[in-house]
């Protein structure tokens, strides 16, 4: 099976799954899995166990699915606490549904992911630890928020536990399914994790930098709610842009173009930059092959992307 037909199979592995006898269950979740998205946790995932020799698709595509699942649920919610109308270039599920749905529709997926688990027996330790951390890392962003403290090293925290514990977990899951080493599953540990930690400082650029129709999804919002890498650097190190320059006018609009006066944008791509040359660096443990070189591409891509 090449990577692409084990892609499909988690898609229809995810549409099968969603298939509830509850009209608007049914119909929210396809609406937001049919809208596609970049996959690009499973297909780590998928690809990380290609290259460790693993070839029995039917076995790893679920846990591919339940690992998607956990992210897709994840922006449903999202789109409930931060007012999103867009996502994945379609109407969000709250704007079509409302709250109360998005809510449900959310729980729905993270509840299926059990589903999908079930026959894994530990490799749901890892999975949940990675679900845990995604929810504190969410809480500790939304306090930060509320208590004006969105500094550096408060961010790096936050996106550490939302973002790259999903990372980090899908690569290790794709090592342990294909019966790969500690030394290995660490290793690959380190890949996700850091390929994790880039991709949300370049998602949270693109929200400052591109529009809704680039992005498929509402953009500015973290700007807006005082949050992501631009509110964490583009007050010098400083929590509370959004507060410090706020006035006449349009605040958003001077944040805007304080920021982008600044060394924030650049500052940002370097890092994601290194913590791409990080995540490439800890494949050294993996023997060449095609998936190696397209793990290679996956960080590459993530760092280059314009959406």
């Known amino acids: 099976m090449t990577n692409s037909e084990a892609m499909q199979a988690v898609d229809n592995i995810m549409l099968s799954v969603v298939n509830s006898d509850v009209k608007t269950l049914r119909d929210a979740s396809k609406h937001i899995l049919d809208a596609g998205g970049k996959r690009i946790r499973p297909r780590l995932l998928v690809t990380v166990y290609q290259a460790l020799g693993g070839t029995d698709y039917e076995y790893a595509a679920p846990v591919a699915a339940a690992v998607e699942l956990v992210h897709t649920a994840s922006v449903v919610h999202d789109d409930i606490n931060d007012h999103g109308v867009v996502r994945r270039g379609r109407p969000s599920v709250n704007a079509i549904w409302g709250r109360t749905f998005a809510l449900l529709t959310?729980?729905?997926?993270?509840?299926?992911?059990?589903?999908?688990m079930a026959p894994?027996?530990?490799?749901?330790?890892?999975?949940?630890?990675?679900?845990?951390?995604?929810?504190?890392g969410e809480t500790m962003q939304a306090a930060?928020?509320?208590?004006?403290?969105?500094?550096?090293?408060?961010?790096t925290e936050i996106i550490a536990r939302k973002t790259a514990a999903l990372f980090r977990s899908a690569a290790?899951?794709?090592?342990?399914?294909?019966?790969?080493?500690?030394?290995v599953i660490d290793a690959v540990g380190v890949y996700g994790f850091n390929v994790g930690l880039a991709f949300q400082i370049?998602?949270?650029?693109?929200?400052?930098?591109?529009?809704?129709?680039?992005?498929?999804?509402?953009?500015?919002?973290?700007?807006?709610?005082?949050?992501?890498?631009?509110?964490?650097?583009?007050?010098?190190?400083q929590a509370g842009v959004a507060v410090a320059v706020a006035g006449d006018g349009d605040p958003m609009k001077k944040i805007k173009e304080r920021i982008l006066r600044g060394d924030a944008i650049n500052e940002a791509y370097e890092q994601a930059r290194n913590l791409?040359?990080?995540?490439?660096?800890?494949?050294?443990?993996?023997?060449?092959?095609?998936?190696?070189?397209?793990?290679?591409?996956?960080?590459?891509?993530?760092?280059?992307?314009?959406?």
Do not use: C, H, W
């Open 120 to 136: 894994y027996q530990d490799l749901n330790i890892d999975l949940a630890a990675a679900t845990v951390a995604l929810v504190e």
């Open 106 to 116: 959310g729980d729905f997926l993270f509840t299926k992911v059990y589903e999908l």
């Open 144 to 155: 930060a928020v509320k208590e004006n403290n969105f500094t550096r090293e408060v961010y």
């Open 276 to 307: 791409r040359d990080m995540a490439v660096g800890a494949l050294v443990v993996l023997p060449d092959s095609a998936a190696k070189r397209e793990l290679i591409e996956i960080a590459r891509v993530v760092v280059d992307r314009d959406r």
């Open 202 to 237: 370049i998602d949270d650029i693109l929200d400052l930098t591109a529009d809704s129709e680039q992005l498929g999804k509402t953009s500015g919002i973290d700007l807006s709610q005082g949050r992501g890498y631009a509110a964490a650097y583009g007050g010098n190190g």
């Open 172 to 183: 290790t899951l794709g090592a342990k399914l294909a019966g790969a080493s500690n030394e």
